[in-house]
C-alpha cells in the first residue's frame, strides 16, 4: 500500500521515530528467545553461564549460511568477543527493530549486533558501543542511461519529490525514514515491501523493478561490487558510527567490549573481516545467495529431512551431524577409511546397509538406522530424549562400547549416568588415564575422548545456526 509521507528534518523525524516506541513488545516464539538470569554484573553473568547471546537482523551481511558453515560481518566480529571471554557463543536473527531493542532491554539477550542509528531518550535506553566503524544511509538509484528519462540518475534530495521509494515493510515507519532531506516540503510515495531486506530492495533496485530504496553506504557499495548500474553516493543521513547496542545499566559489559575494540579495530584481522564482507564480490555474491533459499542448508536437504522422520530428529539436527561429518561431500573419505555423507566404516556401512558405491539416499539411510540402533541401546540408560541425542552423537563419534564405558564410571563415582555434559562426558575423558581405564568397570580399555566432546559440542553448535537461519 502506497502511503504520502510529508517529510521535515532529519530532528522531526527523530522526535517522532522516539516519541512512536511502543514501550512494551511481545518477543516471536520463533526467535527462540529464552530469560537469561540476571545475576550481579552482565559481564558476569556471561561468564557464569558460559554463553553470549547476541542478537542481529536478517541482514544477509551480517550472519548467513554458507555450505553449512555460519558468515557474516557480525557474526565473526561477535565470535571474537566471545572466544575473547572465554564463552560460546549464540546467535538470534529478530528482523523488527522494535523487538529487537525490546529482547535487550527485558535481558532475552546481551548484545544487539545490528545496523541502528543512535537512538536516545528512551524509557529504559541503551548504550552504544564504540563505533566498529563508519557509514551512513545513501539512496540506491540506478546509473542514468545517457539521460534515458527512464532511468533518471537524483543528483539532489530535492529531486525525489513525486517519486516512489520502496523500503522493507515494517521497518520504515522505525528507522529508515529518519532520513535527513533537504528540502522541508518533499513529498514522495513510500511502498513497503514484505518480508524484504535492504540489500535485497538493492537487487531490485539493479533490476529495474523498483527505482528507489535507502540502504547502509558500506551495504550499498559492496552490492555495487556485483551490481554496475546501481550508484550510491547520494548521502541521506549524516556520517555515523555502525556500533553494538548494550543495556544502559551494562557498565562493565559495555567497558569489556569498548576495550576490546579499541584493542581490535586497527589489527590487521579486524579490517580484513570488513574488507572481506564490503569489498570482495565473491563474498558479496555468497551473502546475497541465502536471502533467494532460506530453506537451504545442502543440497541434500529433501533427502535428509526426508531421512529424519525415521528416527524422529529435526532434520537440522541431522544436517549438522552430516556436516561435522563430511561437509556435506558424499565422496569424503578419512584417514582411517571412513566414507561418504556420513562417514561410515566400510564394516558399520554393511551391516546398516551402504558400501563405498551407494548413492547419497543410501549412505543417508544406513547412517540413520546406525543413529536409530544407537538410541534403542542407550534409552533405557538415558531416558530424557533430548539429553539422549547427546549420548547418540557420542556414540556415533567413538563406539557405543566406550560410551557405556563412561556410563559405568558415572554410576560408580556418583557422577549423574543420565546427564552428559561434566558427567558421562567427564569420565569418557578419564578414560585416557590408567587409573580409569584400567578400572574394572571398564571393558573397552584406554581412548582419548577430547575428540568426541568436541564433536559433540560441534554439532550442536551447528544445529543451533541452522535451526536460526534454515526453515523447519
Known sequence: ??????????????????????????????????????????????????????????????????????????????????DHLGVKLSMIVEPDPHKAIQALKHRKVDILAMELPPITGLRDPIASTEPLFASRQVLVQRKSKGGSKDTPGLSSLDQLKGKTLSLPNGKFKQFDLTLALNATHNQLDIVGVNRATSPALVSLV?????????????????????????????????????????????????????????????????KYTLSKYYNNPRWVHMAMGFPANKQRISPYDELIRHASENINWDWRLLAALIYRESKFNPNAISRVGAFGLMQLMPGTAAR?????????????????????????????????????????????????????????????????????????????????????????????????????????????????????????
Not at 50 to 58: A, I, R
Not at 368 to 395: C, H
Request: glycine content about 6%; aromatic content about 12%.
Open 206 to 270: 539493479a533490476s529495474g523493478e523498483i527505482d528507489y530504496t535507502i540502504a547502509w553506504e558500506h551495504h550499498a557499495r559492496a552490492l555495487a561490487n556485483i551490481y554496475p548500474n546501481i550508484e550510491a553516493a547520494t548521502a541521506v543521513t549524516p556520517e555515523m558510527g555502525s556500533t553494538w547496542s548494550v543495556r544502559d545499566d551494562a557498565d562493565q559489559l559495555l567497558e569489556a567490549l569498548n576495550q576490546w575494540i579499541k584493542d581490535n579495530i586497527q589489527s590487521a584481522g579486524f
Open 352 to 472: 546398516f546397509g551402504a558400501g563405498p558405491e551407494s548413492s547419497t539416499a543410501e549412505q543417508i539411510a544406513a547412517g540413520t538406522r546406525l543413529i536409530k540402533t544407537l538410541d534403542k541401546q542407550l534409552k533405557s540408560r538415558v531416558p530424557d530424549p533430548g539429553e539422549r541425542i547427546k549420548f547418540i552423537l557420542a556414540a556415533y563419534n567413538i563406539g557405543l562400547a566406550h560410551v557405556n564405558d563412561a556410563l559405568s564410571l558415572a554410576e560408580k563415582y556418583d557422577k549423574n549416568p543420565e546427564v552428559w555434559d561434566d558427567n558421562v562426558e567427564y569420565y569418557l575423558l578419564a578414560k585416557s588415564q590408567p587409573e580409569f581405564y584400567n578400572d574394572p568397570v571398564v571393558k573397552y580399555g584406554k581412548v582419548k575422548g577430547i575428540e568426541t566432546k568436541r564433536f559433540v559440542a560441534d554439532v550442536l553448535e551447528s544445529y543451533q545456526h541452522f535451526k536460526t537461519l534454515a526453515v523447519n
Open 1 to 82: 500500500m502506497k502511503s504520502k509521507f510529508l517529510f521535515k528534518t532529519l530532528v522531526a523525524f527523530s522526535l517522532l521515530f522516539l516519541l512512536t516506541l511502543p514501550e512494551s513488545c511481545t518477543i516471536s516464539t520463533k526467535t527462540g528467545f529464552s530469560s537469561i538470569e540476571n545475576q550481579g554484573g552482565i559481564l558476569n553473568s556471561i561468564v557464569e553461564r558460559g554463553e553470549l547471546v547476541v542478537l542481529t537482523d536478517d541482514n544477509p551481511f551480517n550472519y548467513f549460511l554458507m555450505n553449512g558453515q555460519a558468515n557474516g560481518f557480525q557474526y565473526e566480529m561477535a565470535k571474537k568477543f566471545a
